[in-house]
């Protein structure tokens, strides 16, 4: 189908403008939204992509739970509606618009949301033992939405994201009669929001549900696997994972449904919101630089050191890794290249939090190399855009990684991505081996297998390249210039809507 099919017939530029009564309506379902709750990509997906689709013509909502941050950030939120009683409690629905133009729906619901600390964490570092509910709710109330709760916006489409938002599709499907068009959207398999059998009946299905053909997982119930069951249409956040979730090494145990729905998966690689991330504009990094002046990025490599108490060196060519430090992104690799590594000229300088023992890892390594290897524990945005402003290389040695940003971000900043070749990873840099060299289509280093050898392989091939500063300098630039924003993918997911509309009974 022609790629302007359906579109309002005038479009307004711009992030978060007004659009026409005629736009699609789409109800986004998220549990994370940049800038107000984020622990990972996900939320930066979240807030940018309606703001990227506006001036396509869609007309989003994104509805999103209420919780304490999210409350104090828009005190001014105003009931548009309510029930008296949702697992446990009365809740209500808050409307509210963002500095940047987003407009949300915020369910506010204190007995399920109103907890200090990790959104989905106890103190006690576990899950919250109602986390079913918790989302169940969320999406109970994106149903009802669906069908016509607010007198004066319905959705056309309900797009969720994650297996917070699968069972959407799932209320939707199930409750027969007209509904929106269904969209699921997976940043990451590794999540599944399986609970047992036990539990099935809080979710508010039908018995008739608890079957292969429905939201039954390996004996009991998967709320991701619910979306993937019942959305008219799928997404993920790269092709390259769209692909190799349909394989047993990487589907998780879904890999089967993946594949018998693949005719309706697409892969759209994911974009960073290009104002939040501009070395040019950018208040937390020492200097303004871009790609036509790159020299000032040098200012910020030299306040990243003396930040983290590494050496002034700035002819050493300096790693960051800015993370969620969990399995699937392959820091220990990093940890055990690391006698190797310091044998070259390096320094390291390292954010991220997670896994106690990769904690302390890098908190010894830190120790026991000061000046050579700086370690911040923590999650802190402002130091990571200072990380990106100021180190050489990005290391991303995940071993999936659906998408991905901060490669992306990693690109945009000059500081070029040494990355493992799988998922999003490989969809966004293009290794710089001879052939890239020579055709000068290179912007980063890929390794495989995601091994400690092949990491040092590659961090050596960086090296090489870091002290060739022509070869280098003409890297960055086009690393810098490559388009990482939402415009390409936000056109993809206009096209999905516009399929998954096609589908809708009703
Ligand atoms: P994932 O969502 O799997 O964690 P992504 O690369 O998609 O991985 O997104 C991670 C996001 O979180 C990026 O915006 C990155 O900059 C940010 N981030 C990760 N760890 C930290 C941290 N410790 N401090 C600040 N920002 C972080
Ligand atoms: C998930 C994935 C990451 C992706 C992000 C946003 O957290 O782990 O690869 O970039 O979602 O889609």
Redesign the pocket.
């Known amino acids: 189908p022609a790629q302007d099919e359906g579109l309002p017939r005038r479009c307004e530029e711009g992030r978060g403008k007004k659009k026409e009564a005629s736009a699609m309506r789409v109800l986004s379902v998220t549990p994370e939204f940049f800038p107000l709750v ?5 939320a ?1 997906v979240a807030g940018a992509l309606p703001l990227a689709l506006a001036p396509l013509g869609v007309n989003a909502r994104t509805l999103l739970p209420a919780y304490p941050a999210v409350r104090a950030a828009l005190p001014d939120a105003t009931p548009v509606a309510g029930l008296d009683e949702l697992y446990g409690g009365p809740v209500r629905l808050l409307q509210a618009a963002t500095d940047e133009g987003a407009e949300l729906l915020l369910l506010d619901a204190p007995h399920l949301y109103d907890r200090p600390g990790n959104i989905y964490l106890a103190p006690t570092g576990s899950d919250w033992p109602d986390n079913h509910r918790r989302f169940a709710a969320l999406c109970r109330v994106a149903q009802l939405i669906g069908s016509g709760l607010l007198p004066d916006w319905q959705p056309d489409l309900v797009h969720g994201h994650d297996w917070q938002a699968g069972l959407a599709a799932a209320y939707l499907a199930l409750a027969g009669g007209p509904r929106p068009a269904t969209v699921l959207t997976v ?2 398999l590794a999540f599944q929001g399986w609970v047992p059998a036990a539990s099935f009946v809080e979710l508010g299905l039908p018995a008739t549900a608890f079957a292969i053909e429905g939201v039954e997982y390996y004996g009991g119930a998967g709320m991701l696997k619910a979306g993937l069951y019942f959305a008219d249409r799928l997404s993920t956040v790269s092709p390259t994972y769209a692909r190799e979730i349909q394989t047993p090494e990487h589907g998780m145990g879904l890999d089967g449904l993946m594949r018998a729905r693949a005719g309706d998966l697409v892969g759209i690689t ?1 974009g960073i919101d290009t104002e939040v991330w501009d070395p040019a504009r950018d208040p937390h990094l020492a200097a303004p630089y871009s790609a036509a002046d790159p020299a000032p990025k040098a200012a910020s490599k030299a306040a990243l050191q003396a930040r983290l108490g590494l050496e002034q060196r700035p002819q050493t060519c300096m790693f960051c890794i ?3 430090f969990t399995q ?2 392959g820091i220990d690799l990093v940890l055990e290249a690391l006698p190797t590594l310091l044998g070259y000229d390096t320094q390291l300088a390292v ?3 997670g896994e106690p023992v990769l904690e302390q890892g890098w908190a010894a390594a830190a120790a026991a190399h000061p000046g050579r290897i700086g370690y911040v524990s ?4 402002p ?2 855009h200072l990380m990106q402003g100021g180190a050489d290389a990005i290391l991303v040695p995940s071993r999936f ?7 992306l ?1 990693g690109l945009r900043y000059g500081t070029l991505p040494v990355v493992a070749r799988v998922g999003g990873l490989a969809d966004t840099v293009i290794d710089a081996n001879e052939a890239a060299l020579a055709d000068e289509v290179a912007t980063g280093i890929q390794f495989a297998p995601v091994t400690a050898l092949a990491l040092i392989e590659a961090v050596h091939r960086t090296m090489a390249l870091f002290a060739n500063p022509d070869a280098w300098a003409a890297t960055v630039r086009r690393a810098m210039t490559r388009d990482v924003g939402w415009t390409r993918a936000a056109q993809h997911y206009l096209a999905l809507y516009r399929d998954a509309l096609r589908r809708v009974p009703g």
């Open positions: 984020k622990t990972g990509g996900l930066d940043h990451n994911n800015v993370s969620r699937q992104k954010l991220g939090s923590g999650y802190d945005e130091l990571s990684e659906p998408c991905g940003l901060t490669q971000i």
